[in-house]
């Protein structure tokens, strides 16, 4: 592993906004060696970009989803080791995985991480389909929200997201019948409708909202949150506490940390965002961690 020579990936469809910025990371790490600029496509691009480094330094420029993608495929391919230490350098919207890792989300200052910093071992989530998750998983209201957004972008682009919401709360009524276990132990019976179920790695998601706010991407267990906020009022108190992490001390809200966790509809259905990619609906899931899975450059 050459540590002063670099290949520098990112998604070709990241737009013009960004063009900048990537011209100052690719300036920056050319202060400390020899850089190439990959950009891709697609999924096979990046998969071809990822195995073919040749001992030079991986660095993704991009937010939690290109992380995702890039680790699934290494996970898929059995190379996350291979590939050594990744520099990651935050270009997205959210960057929640960076946040909780304590890298700048100034790109600039993110590069000189790369140069400077140290490989620090992190943990990936994997279901029971071989999908990862880097940062946070969720089910409930929240990835309804989100597919129901996805599905309203093409038409109400920035604005998606809200009415996404909005329409999700109204068709969530009750709430999800979920019962959730974490290392065996049932933590939420399903017997009282949740209104959602984070797991996380790193603590937030959105760009910074706390959803999970003791989980440390280091220590080897997941951060479990329930909420049981089903009622009209509840949902308020919930999403004002949610704002700065004091969720999780309400009496409507469970909290677990563990190496497992299963999440099995008791009735219906359910989606899952994971990493802002959303499934399909499911009845049952199973997380197992994985520490010290690949590494990262930090501070």
Known sequence: MSENEYLAVVNAGAGSARAGAVDAVVRELGRAGAVELRRT?????????LLSADGRRV????????????????????ATREVGPLGVVPLGTGNDLAR???LPLDPVAAARVVTRGRPRGLELLVDSRDRITVNTVHAGIGASATAKAQRLKKVLKAGAYPVGAAWAGVSAGRGFRLQVRVDGRVVSPGGRPVLMVGIGIGGTIGGGTPLVPGADPHDGVADVVVSESTGPLARLGFAAGLRSGVHVSRQDVTTATGTVVEITAVSGTFRLNSDGEVTDHQEHERFEMHTDVYE????
């Open 100 to 102: 909780s890792l304590r």
């Open 41 to 49: 496509r697609s999924l096979a691009d990046l998969a071809t970009a």
């Open 296 to 299: 990262v450059l930090c501070p």
């Open 59 to 78: 660095v993704l420029l991009g937010g939690d989803g290109s992380l995702h993608a890039a680790l699934q495929l290494l996970w898929n391919a059995g």
